[in-house]
């Protein structure tokens, strides 16, 4: 297998009622338990598979580049 090419963050953006329950599993894999929850995981074919799983529940970024952006932003 290859190495992870970084770190992906998902945010759980929608509440998942209503919603088939094999997306409601999905989102509790992914380790999100409450709304607007962020959590970081490593840029895999398998996290992909999953954030693909459930796209319009979750928002997803690289959290590296958000990282340094946040160090670079200003002085707050």
Do not use: F
């Not at 894999?29 to 995981?41: D, F, N, Y």
Request: hydrophobic share 35%; charged share 25%.
């Amino acid at each position: 297998m290859s190495e992870p090419s970084g770190r992906l963050r998902v945010t759980w953006t929608k509440s998942a009622i209503g919603y088939a329950e094999n997306q409601k599993r999905t989102i509790a894999a992914l380790g999100l338990r409450r709304l607007h929850q962020s959590v970081e995981h490593d840029d895999t074919a398998a996290i992909r598979g999953m954030v693909m799983t459930v796209a319009h529940l979750v928002h997803a970024e690289d959290a590296t580049a958000s990282r340094d952006r946040n160090r670079s932003g200003g002085s707050r």
